[in-house]
């Protein structure tokens, strides 16, 4: 789900490349905490590129696969919401940005989309597991630990017709997600590298 802010991030100062590619290592190896989310920003030019990564809880209420009517609903609420970013995200309307793509990932979504495309791959991938379970006892715990949560990855990205504007973004997402309680982001702008930690009662990061 990073393609897009590792692609914008190649034509950025190799300084700022480096921060961004430690902070995804850092995520990737952060732990998953309920509560907490991370963004990634990167504008580059007239692209603006955001990356959200949440455990599912904070979006949805649970992580297991939705399997009850009232869950299945749930999930797919919460998906259709999320596709559309003005209700998570208000870059300042001087920019005139336009939203351009969104992709979501989530094995809650998948779940729900090809339920028994998800039986068959998850039949197939039990079976090998077995076979080699002998010689892969870390993978086995590995993979048991990975089914016990579940994240959503969001990837949005938008045109901007003056963005000069771009000079701030806001989170509604606070109040639209309440199980949300802070969100550490990372920026990559023309004006250099920045970090900031957004909760409900601060939701607004300032690019300048």
Same mark, same amino acid.
């Given at each position: /789900?990073?393609?897009?802010?590792?692609?914008?991030?190649?034509?950025? =100062?190799?300084?700022?490349?480096? /921060?961004?590619?430690?902070? #995804?290592?850092? +995520? +990737?190896?952060?732990?998953?905490?309920?509560?907490?989310?991370?963004?990634?920003?990167?504008?580059?030019?007239?692209?603006? *590129?955001?990356?959200?990564?949440? =455990?599912?809880?904070?979006?949805?209420?649970?992580?297991?696969?939705?399997?009850?009517?009232?869950?299945?609903? #749930?999930?797919?609420?919460?998906?259709? %919401? /999320?596709?559309?970013? +003005? %209700?998570?995200?208000?870059? &300042?309307?001087?920019?005139?940005?336009?939203?351009?793509?969104?992709?979501?990932? +989530? &094995?809650? $979504?998948?779940?729900?989309? @090809?339920? @028994?495309?998800?039986?068959?791959?998850?039949? #197939?991938?039990?079976?090998? @597991?077995?076979?080699?379970? @002998?010689?892969?006892?870390?993978?086995?715990?590995?993979?048991?630990?990975?089914?016990?949560?579940?994240?959503?990855?969001?990837?949005?990205?938008?045109?901007?017709?003056? &963005?000069?504007?771009?000079? *701030?973004?806001?989170?509604?997402?606070? #109040?639209?997600? =309440?199980?949300? %309680?802070?969100?550490?982001?990372?920026?990559?702008? =023309?004006?250099? %590298? /920045?970090?900031?930690?957004?909760?409900?009662?601060?939701?607004?990061?300032? $690019?300048?």
């Amino acid at each position: /789900m990073r393609r897009q802010l590792i692609t914008l991030s190649l034509a950025l =100062p190799i300084s700022v490349y480096a /921060m961004a590619d430690g902070h #995804k290592e850092h +995520s +990737s190896l952060g732990a998953h905490e309920h509560g907490v989310a991370s963004l990634n920003i990167a504008i580059d030019g007239a692209q603006v *590129s955001l990356e959200l990564d949440s =455990p599912a809880v904070n979006l949805v209420g649970f992580e297991h696969a939705a399997s009850q009517p009232d869950d299945i609903a #749930k999930v797919a609420a919460v998906q259709a %919401q /999320m596709r559309d970013a +003005s %209700q998570l995200f208000q870059l &300042p309307a001087a920019a005139d940005c336009t939203q351009t793509s969104v992709d979501l990932d +989530s &094995p809650l $979504f998948a779940g729900n989309e @090809h339920e @028994h495309e998800h039986e068959d791959h998850e039949e #197939k991938h039990e079976h090998e @597991h077995e076979e080699a379970a @002998h010689e892969h006892d870390h993978d086995h715990d590995h993979e048991e630990h990975h089914h016990e949560h579940a994240d959503i990855e969001a990837s949005y990205s938008f045109t901007c017709a003056q &963005p000069e504007a771009l000079i *701030s973004l806001q989170l509604p997402l606070f #109040k639209v997600y =309440p199980g949300l %309680q802070r969100l550490n982001v990372q920026a990559i702008t =023309p004006a250099g %590298q /920045m970090g900031a930690e957004l909760t409900a009662n601060n939701p607004v990061i300032n $690019f300048e």
